[in-house]
């Protein structure tokens, strides 16, 4: 990172301040860029009903690509460099949605975010005279105008109406360029307040879920040994029904040494009890599943939007697209529920964890946890009755 340089009795001048603060941004940008990537990203900006027909979208911060200065930034003039900028919300946002006012209609909208440069904090300064030093000018060149002091990089929250349709029709408007969409709030006729449920995370909204502090405790279940290689090459379907799917023994001893000690045997063949949906057939190794019924009874395969019960296993399979899993609305102690990536498909549809009305430790009260990386081992929860969260297992 770039420093200005001063020095004793020197005589410094606007630039020196204002290079200082430029070269402090690229160098977080650039730190920005190697931890997370180019973006966009959200952070923070948790969306939950407000009084009536509002919503309030809290405090958080965008990551997105931009020009250091698209407009000049006083005598340094523009640069159309590009790097990562974070735009930056401290306070809550109010947002209007107001319900249709026809029987049967309903409307989607659409809270999308977005990065802006805006020079604000205007004051009247004093400016150095040289036909009279003890008398400074007031404004430049004593004219008495006032000038904006801040560069502000700010993170702008809004709400875009859909069209009214009726219920079940009705779509999600998308967003304005050099915005990013983040959620989808449906609002029905007759409604007085929004309800929680009726604000959804919209597709592909690009939520950072895996921040460094969270990092550990999914890496807390260390493994022991060395994975052998797999048995049965990625998608073999030899002897199996149309859409079947193995899980070789590389996984199998990954997941079992997670739970269980020893050395693992070499895994048979058990087809999956999948009566919700018999045409997707999954075979997994019995390490696999004794291991997960050692961990907490006997697994449920789902693959699909549903409630998790109090305690236990989910082989969840995103293959067909994302869904949602909401926690025990009464988690009593010791409530433990581990969901594993089945079809390895979570990088490409992620499984939302949803926490209803309770807290996941480190994230903010009905937060959602996603999980969008490919997963070998399984990703637990286990209730904190004393602190009263939910806590990464």
Known sequence: MDR????????????????????????????????????????????????????SVGAGQIYKTGAIDATAYSSLGTDSHMIVKQGIALDSTVLSCPAPT????????????????VDTGDAILPFYNASNPALPYTGPGGSGASITTVRSAQCLVQVKAGAVATTGSQATPAADAGFVAAYVVQVDYGMSVVPSANITLAASAPFLTLTLPKAA???????????????????????????????????????????????????????????????????????????????????KYVNASFAAGSTGNYWTDTSAGPFTVTLPANPVGNNILEFHDI??????????????????????????????????????FWWDITNQVWRIK
């Open 217 to 299: 405790p999914l890496d807390s279940p260390q493994l022991t040994g060395t994975p052998t290689v797999p048995d049965v090459a990625a998608g073999d379907s030899t002897a199996k029904a149309s859409n079947t799917k193995f899980v070789g023994t590389a996984i199998a001893n990954a997941l079992v040494n997670t739970h269980l000690t020893g050395t693992p045997t070499v895994p048979d063949r058990t087809q999956l009890d999948n009566s919700a949906s018999p045409a997707n057939t999954h075979y997994v190794d019995e390490a696999i599943q004794s291991a997960v019924i050692s961990a907490g009874g006997t697994p």
């Open 102 to 117: 026809s029987a049967g209609k309903s409307i989607n909208y659409l809270v999308q975010i977005g990065y802006a440069d």
């Open 343 to 380: 079809s390895l498909s979570w990088g490409a549809n992620f499984l939302t964890i949803d926490p209803g009305a309770r807290q996941i430790s480190g994230y903010a009260v009905s937060e959602k946890f996603i999980l969008d990386v490919r997963a070998e081992n399984a990703v637990g």
């Open 4 to 55: 200005v340089t001063a020095y004793p009795l020197e005589e410094t001048t606007e630039l020196d301040v204002l290079n200082t603060n430029k070269f402090a941004m690229i160098g977080l940008a650039k730190l920005a860029v190697a931890v997370l990537g180019t973006g966009p990203y959200l952070h923070g900006l948790a969306c939950t009903p407000g009084a009536g027909l509002n919503i």
